[in-house]
């Protein structure tokens, strides 16, 4: 069974900078392509940032030049740097893979941005 642990999450000021992190059990991590999405109040989830299992990366237009997706695969975590956080940049994240033929989610962890 594979888990999937967000932290990292915080309040922050805006053009402030986080780490999240994404800590996931077993040994196949470094086989998928591991997501980031998010999910503001009273809004849908949407994706944020993607990077597969050969470190090719790809992100939102919302997010681009700020925020960076890294994986470390000696210790199964995925990380999502932002940087220049804004107040839009606020709500739960959550990372996300497939692992044929199932979706795995983390718990979320929330990250709100204000003065």
């Known amino acids: 069974q594979v888990q999937l642990v967000e932290s990292g999450g915080d309040l922050v000021q805006p053009g402030g900078s986080l780490r999240l992190s994404c800590a996931t059990s077993?040994?196949?991590?470094?086989?998928?392509?591991m997501n980031w999405y998010r999910q503001a109040p009273g809004k849908q989830r949407e994706w944020v940032a993607s990077?597969?299992?050969?470190?090719?990366?790809n992100y939102a237009n919302s997010v681009k030049g700020r925020f960076t997706i890294s994986r470390d695969n000696a210790k199964n975590t995925a990380y999502l740097q932002m940087n220049s956080l804004k107040p839009e940049d606020t709500a739960v994240y959550y990372c996300?893979?497939?692992?044929?033929?199932?979706?795995?989610w983390g718990q979320g962890t929330q990250v709100t941005v204000s003065s």
């Open positions: 996300n893979t497939y692992i044929p033929f199932k979706m795995y």
């Open positions: 077993g040994s196949i991590f470094s086989r998928y392509t």
């Open positions: 990077i597969t299992n050969g470190n090719a990366t």
